[in-house]
């Protein structure tokens, strides 16, 4: 195993981060820069009925619809939010116009003198009321066998519902773009995980071609997600605020502003009706799954996908039918969060079957054990589960790891113990990467080898997994392998940094173009050979019906948490998470490793201390005192181990890893905090104000 | 323009706030956290600065005369290392912030400050602590619940400094503090609470009950301790649902961002009881 592709190596880009020489978008000053401050609606449903603005001192702008050459809109699924608010406004904290300007100061000054009058319309707040309401953004819906007639025929029938909330991403640093204009091109510079969503996005709002967009990315810290969609309309603001002013525009957010205004997990809401044979076995399922899209349906018709297409989790039920519904409602838009729509819909089935389980007096794994998917099977959609799945293996690895069965019997009250089962499903959801054909380049230069990728280091360790890769088939020191900047004017669009998929898809084809430039090494000093990405023969999709091969294959996990809960005070402590994945096999166990924990954290943190509730459009917790996510002192004892299975057309066998272990935990220490009270839990965040509601202690 | 001022010692401080309005800035993890205006911008303080967090005069922990008088710039840290802070204060003291916050915030700070969340506070009304203010001119001593008098409000003068907290260099017998955070570092209390007791020949006699997070300012009632003072021990059992019920009308605390009324008032209660309980047996 000593040349392992899996055995660890230092990251690629510790030494600046660590010794602080790292520039992040804030470090960056230009000559002559002006500072961007934006202008929001303080209106959660709105018309603006008027603007007054004051007289600007000398070098000083005011940037808003009017000064966009294009088209006002953020391209993205449905491009539906404006750079800068028309009419009416649709959220608390919708951008309505910049103040740019030399001085900070004086720009907030400015601020406090534009006076905007609303005619205050009647918002919708919640998904309640959006279906109420009839509030619909996006509606879906697919089905297995024969649901209808299997719930006529005389099946027990068990209805439920599942709540999840709001979640931040809270990534390293606050959003934070900058626009040069020069050379009748514009360079826009900040930070992202997607340079050619902002590019695609700049095409629509300038009106030009690529040839005059060049987007490079600044080093990004983990952004979750958050730095998906997000940034293409900081871009595009930045962008037509260098174009009239003239000079480089930087705007970089607060931390409180950015929790204001960005987007976030989507809330949810997830029915059930269950139908058990004789012998309790679920055989018809009916899913009814409610996202809160915000104000505007941006990304969200793909988030909602994902949701639907992992709705069942790691079962096989015969019968289903499933219906997905975007709402629209007055909150800030939600947008693309690590798992995108899944960890809502697996959390909810996860807790559905635990808690079906416990109502039937079975043991929760046993019964899930009862329902698994196995190779060959068909999925949701009605694809096939073509590779092996080792979930027997992974359960009983994560269940001797935690002494699960001997802990779920002798525990005591107040300590829980509870396990999850997951998948995700690997790369784009359904045609995705079919359309957007990842093209990759790799280029030798003599000694050495250049590869160019869209794909982005963000904390994660995609650099260095990526350039391991290459080394790794060309038996190069990882030195002699470098990356090109991420600029748009230097790459090929590999796709963006999102959906797992930057290991297997571009990591996969990365691994293709070296063998082949292995084999022709000798040919010549200079060689570019590049790829675009082929889906495998065998996979079907169809994306009118939604029937098919919604993923090209899937990652597995089981998590096993112990829980305390304070009788008194209700707080849950998580002891410990044990977890096992098959993501086919690691391209780095250390980086991977580092994944898995921070996955698992952030799971934690969504299942217990991020509360985030808006009142009225206006979030609570919006600055890092209140919105709380778990620190080092809360993170629990991880113990992390990975089962071999490698992938056809992954690198080495990879398959996806980044997004899995989020799914993981939450159902696990939801299971857990039942398990050690005897309730049922259907909700998180699961808070002690909650717990303490259902704890029935002698007061 | 904002001035600042870094005094050499606390007679040139003194004599700098006598002369200027000004604001008394020790380690700045309250102070610039509630000025800040956003990035690159000057905080929003509307007076001239006094630095007085290097000040020496104001970081010594001495014992006297059965007293521990604390500096009102010794650091959360400091006191957590000396010996001569009680165990119980140091745990709640371990409990705020994180470390590198607690390596400059001070008590002094953390008083002044005047938040029902301070956590040095529960202890402080507890034990009975004496702050000792001083100006160029004079100096009086005042206890620490009468100079705290509404959230965020006290009765510091303008050309006044806290320059000591006086507590007495006494253990109880009993003591027992527990903080409800939403997480276990980094957390403001939801709710707070400190009990002390001591109990000799099985009979109580003293004891002290403070409640943070939970009202205005922090929460005790001399009267109701003094009803259980000279009980004894085997009758505080039975006599927990009477002392919670005397409690609960002084616990009003608020929903916001943090928490809910009805879970701190809970959970109040809940650990009171539990310090009775634990009395008892
Ligand atoms: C991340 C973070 C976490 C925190 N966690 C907690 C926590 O868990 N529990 C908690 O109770 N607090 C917490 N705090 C609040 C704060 O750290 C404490 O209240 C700290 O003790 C304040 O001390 P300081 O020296 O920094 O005060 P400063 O900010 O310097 O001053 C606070 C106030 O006191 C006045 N002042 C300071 N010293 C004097 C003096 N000698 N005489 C007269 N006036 C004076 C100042 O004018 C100001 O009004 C936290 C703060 C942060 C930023």
Known sequence: MKDSISKPIPRVDAPAKISGEAKYIGDIRFKNQLFAKTVRSSRAKAGIVSIVKPELPEGYFIVDKDDI??????????????????????????????????????????????????????????????????????????????????????????????????????????QGMAAEYRDNTMFIYGSMQCPFYAEGALKDVLGWGSDRIRVIQSITGGAFGGKEEFPSLTACQVAVASL???????????????????????????????????????????????????????????????????????????????????????????????????????????????????????????????????????????????????????????????????????????????????????????????????????????????????????????????????????????????????????????????????????????????????????????????????????????????????????????????????????????????????????????????????????????????????????????????????????????????????????????????????????????????????????????????????????? | ??????????????????QHPSIPIAGGTDLMVQKARGFALKPDFDKPLLFIGHLPDLQQIIVENRQVHIGAGVLLSDLIKSDKIPAVFKEAISLMASPPSRNIATIGGNICNASPAGDTLPYLYAVDAILVLKSSQAERKIPVGVFITNPGKTDLASDEILTEIIIPDKKFGVSYYRKVGTRKGMSLSKASFTGLADIENSNVTDIRIAFGSVAPTIVRSRKIEASIIRKPVSEIKTAVPEIVKKYAPLIRPIDDARSSAAYRKKVSLRLLEDFLRNLAS
């Open chain 2, 1 to 18: 323009m904002v001035e600042g001022f870094r005094p050499a010692d606390l007679r040139e401080a003194l004599e700098f706030r006598s």
């Open chain 1, 244 to 699: 009239k002013t003239g000079h480089p525009v930087m705007m970089i957010y607060d931390r409180d502003e950015d929790i204001i205004c960005t987007t976030k997990r989507h809330p949810s809401i997830v029915c059930y009706k269950a139908g058990l044979d004789r012998k309790n076995q679920v055989i018809a399922l009916a899913i009814d799954i409610k996202f809160d899209a915000g104000a505007y349906s941006g990304i969200s018709p793909v988030v909602l996908q994902r949701g639907m297409f992992s709705a069942t989790g790691v079962y096989n039920f015969p019968h289903l039918s499933v219906r997905g519904r975007n709402f629209m409602t007055n909150n800030v838009p939600s947008g693309a969060y690590r798992g995108f729509g899944a960890p809502q819909t697996i959390f909810s089935m996860e807790m559905l079957m635990h808690n079906l389980a416990i109502k039937l007096g079975i043991d929760p794994l046993d019964y899930k054990i009862r329902h698994l998917l196995e190779r060959g099977e068909p999925t949701c959609t009605g694809g096939k589960i073509w590779d092996e799945v080792k979930l027997p293996e992974i359960i009983e690895k994560v269940t001797a790891m935690s002494d699960y069965r001997r802990k779920i019997q002798s525990n005591g009250k107040y300590k829980g113990v509870g396990v999850a089962l997951f998948l995700h499903g690997c790369g784009f959801t359904g045609n995705g990467e079919q359309l957007i054909k990842g093209k990759i380049i790799l280029k030798k230069n003599g000694g050495t080898v250049i590869l160019k990728v869209s794909s982005v280091e963000m904390g994660q360790g995609a650099e260095t997994c990526l350039r391991k890769i290459v080394a790794h088939t060309l038996l190069l020191p990882m030195e002699k392998v470098t990356c090109e900047t991420i600029d748009t004017g230097l790459i090929p669009d590999s796709g963006p940094t999102v959906a797992s998929r930057t290991t297997m898809i571009v990591g996969g084809l990365l691994r293709q173009a070296s063998l082949e430039l292995k084999d022709r090494w000798n040919e010549s000093d200079n060689i570019e050979v590049s790829r675009v990405y082929r889906h495998p023969d065998y996979l079907r999709w169809d994306n009118d019906t939604f029937h098919g091969d919604a993923y090209p294959t899937y990652s597995w996990g089981a998590n096993v948490a112990e829980v305390e809960i304070d009788p008194i005070t209700c707080e849950i402590d998580v002891k410990k998470v044990s977890a096992v994945y098959d993501v086919g096999t690691p391209i780095d166990e250390t980086t991977l490793t580092g994944q898995m924990q921070g996955g698992i954290v952030q799971g934690i943190g969504w299942a217990t201390v991020e509360v985030m509730n808006p009142s009225k459009g206006k979030l609570k917790q919006h600055n890092l005192t209140d919105y709380k996510i778990p620190t080092s002192m809360d993170i629990p004892e991880i113990a992390c181990e990975f089962i071999e299975n490698p992938y056809e057309f992954g690198p080495f066998g990879a398959k996806c890893a980044g997004e899995l272990p989020f799914v993981g935990a939450a159902p696990a220490i939801a299971a857990a905090v039942s398990n050690a009270l005897s309730v049922p839990i259907k909700n998180i965040p699961i808070t002690p104000e909650y717990l303490m509601e259902l704890d029935k202690h002698e007061d």
């Open chain 1, 69 to 174: 050459p294009g088209i006002n809109r953020m391209r993205t699924v449905v491009s539906d939010q404006p750079i800068f608010a028309e009419e009416e406004v649709n959220y608390i904290g919708q951008p309505i116009l910049l103040v740019v300007g030399p001085e900070r100061e004086m720009i907030y000054d400015i601020i406090s003198k534009i006076k905007i009058k609303y005619r205050d319309e009647t918002p919708i707040f919640n998904l309640d009321e959006a279906e109420e309401k009839g509030a619909v953004f996006t509606e879906y819906s697919y089905s297995k066998g024969k649901p209808e007639a299997a719930f006529q025929d005389g099946l027990k029938i068990i209805e439920d519902e599942y709540h999840t909330g709001l979640q931040e991403h809270v990534y390293l640093e606050p």
